[in-house]
């Protein structure tokens, strides 16, 4: 059964400062998302990675995917306030003949002025 | 163009009571998901349907939740009765096309239905 690993699971950082939020999966998948979840919000679907070096970009972040090593990261660039928010991969997974999303635990981003 | 609505966004109610919650997904989205997130956890899969069809259902404890999405549209989550450790956020989406059928498989939420057993 597929498992997905966040890391880190809590991140405190100043503004302006660079990180990356590291998804290691345990199983083959070449399809990984990511979406932002705001306190009592909806999750938002940030980026979809469909391929073995896909890389995508909006803003001040980045998000990119090794299907081999099963990893994905999401750099954040010179970070600002609005980017605080809790960021959760999402893996594709065929299980039992079944396909479903599992999703990380989730990293909380804090950025502070 | 409307995102996925979900109802009640709040429920408070007492142990062994029933509750239900209602979807609505965004038109012409064919395949709807009821999700559970625990506070500080990522979402769990509770049920999928494509169309009106539920095609994984394996998640979902049968002996208390049922799930319904009749015409293929609105889905209604019910628990009966509800437990203590049934609180938590359930959580609706859809996309257009499982990536099964050719799409990308992206998930578009709703803002969940937040229940809390006392």
């Known amino acids: 059964e597929l498992k997905v690993e966040q890391n880190p699971l809590f991140l405190s950082m100043q503004e302006g400062k660079n990180y990356t939020i590291y998804c290691n999966y345990s199983?083959?998948?070449?399809?990984l998302y990511w979406y932002r979840q705001d306190p009592g919000k909806s999750l938002e679907s940030l980026f979809v990675l469909l391929s073995n070096g896909a890389v995508k970009q909006e803003g001040r972040l980045m998000a990119s995917l090794d299907t081999k090593a099963r990893l994905s990261t999401l750099h954040i660039t010179a970070a600002v306030h609005d980017l605080s928010a809790t960021y959760f991969c999402?893996?594709?997974?065929?299980?039992?003949?079944?396909?479903?999303?599992?999703f990380g635990k989730g990293t909380k981003l804090t950025v502070n002025p | 163009e409307a995102g996925v609505v979900q109802s009640p966004r709040y429920k408070i109610i007492e142990k062994k009571q029933p509750v239900a919650f209602w979807c609505n997904p965004i038109s012409g989205h064919n395949t709807l998901y009821w999700y559970l997130q625990n506070l500080g956890q990522g979402p769990e899969l509770l049920i999928r349907?494509?169309?009106?069809?539920?095609?994984?259902d394996s998640q979902l404890p049968k002996d208390r939740f049922s799930a319904e999405r009749l015409k293929g549209v609105d889905s209604t989550l019910k628990i009966q009765p509800a437990e203590l450790g049934d609180s938590a956020v359930y959580l609706c989406?859809?996309?257009?096309?499982?990536?099964?059928?050719?799409?990308?498989?992206?998930?578009?939420f709703g803002e969940g239905s937040r229940l809390t057993v006392l």
């Open positions: 989406a859809s996309s257009p096309l499982s990536d099964l059928l050719g799409g990308t498989g992206e998930l578009f």
């Open positions: 999402a893996v594709d997974s065929f299980w039992g003949g079944s396909e479903k999303l599992v």
């Open positions: 199983t083959t998948s070449d399809r």
């Open positions: 349907y494509e169309n009106e069809e539920a095609v994984d």
